[in-house]
């Protein structure tokens, strides 16, 4: 027996994207899936409609995090929100997470960075580290947050470009935020991600 509102693919077609079926994905299943998301409390209200752009640039940015949302999951890119402390890159990242979760019914999860390298460190075998990284590895969507807020370690760099190539090569999308510009800082970029700037206007056009 189809559904008759979407034909038995779980999908409704809107002008601008996709989104989950209303009759085939439960409000219950959407619940359990933003329980399960990782997203932390003091987020948990984060969404478009209470993020208050300062500046044209964060304008700009909020327009194309919706812009991303609602035609995920027909992206080919992931989104780096780049800016300093207090610009709401992390509110804009957990706007898309939740609307995702909501709106199209998929497997997201946040993950801070620096908690993701503990996780991976804390773990006594190399086996649970393989299992530890393959889980955030495989979300359907996930955001890193706060890439870099400290010096990563070697270490933890190499484990955060094997993060951004498995996802790459997997054709899942990431968002990542972060204070620093890959670009100019660390001399490497990331043609996989449309980056999306959120700092003050006269620096670093
Ligand atoms: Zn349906």
């Known amino acids: 027996m189809f559904c008759k509102r979407c034909g038995g693919t ?4 809107l002008e601008n994207g ?3 079926c209303p009759e085939c994905f439960s409000s219950v299943a959407r619940k359990e899936l933003l329980r399960f998301s990782g997203i932390p409390k003091r987020f948990l209200e984060c ?7 300062q500046t044209p640039r964060q304008l700009r940015a909020k327009t194309e995090c919706l812009r991303f949302f609602l035609r995920y999951p ?3 890119k992931g989104l780096l929100l ?9 509110h804009l990242a957990v706007a898309i997470l939740k609307n995702i979760i ?38 359907d969507f996930l955001v890193i947050d706060d890439v870099g807020s400290e010096r990563e370690t070697d270490w933890g ?10 996802r790459y090569n997997q054709k899942l999308p990431t968002v990542i935020t972060t204070g620093l510009s890959f670009y100019a800082e660390e001399g490497v970029s990331f043609p996989e991600f449309s980056e999306s700037k959120l700092n ?3 620096t670093n056009v």
């Not at 019914?105 to 393989?130: A, N, Q």
């Open 102 to 139: 909501v709106h199209k019914g998929l497997r997201g999860t946040f993950k801070e960075f620096r908690s993701f390298l503990i996780d991976l460190k804390g773990m006594l075998s190399y086996e649970s580290e393989v299992d530890v990284f393959k889980t955030i590895a495989n979300a």
């Open 74 to 76: 027909v992206v080919d």
């Open 157 to 166: 760099r190499e484990k955060f470009v094997n993060l951004i190539m498995h």
């Open 18 to 20: 996709v989104e989950r």
């Open 10 to 13: 779980g999908w409704i077609y």
């Open 200 to 202: 003050q206007e006269s």
């Open 47 to 53: 969404k478009f409609s209470n993020y208050y752009p």
């Open 82 to 90: 780049f800016g300093p402390p207090g610009t709401g890159k992390t």
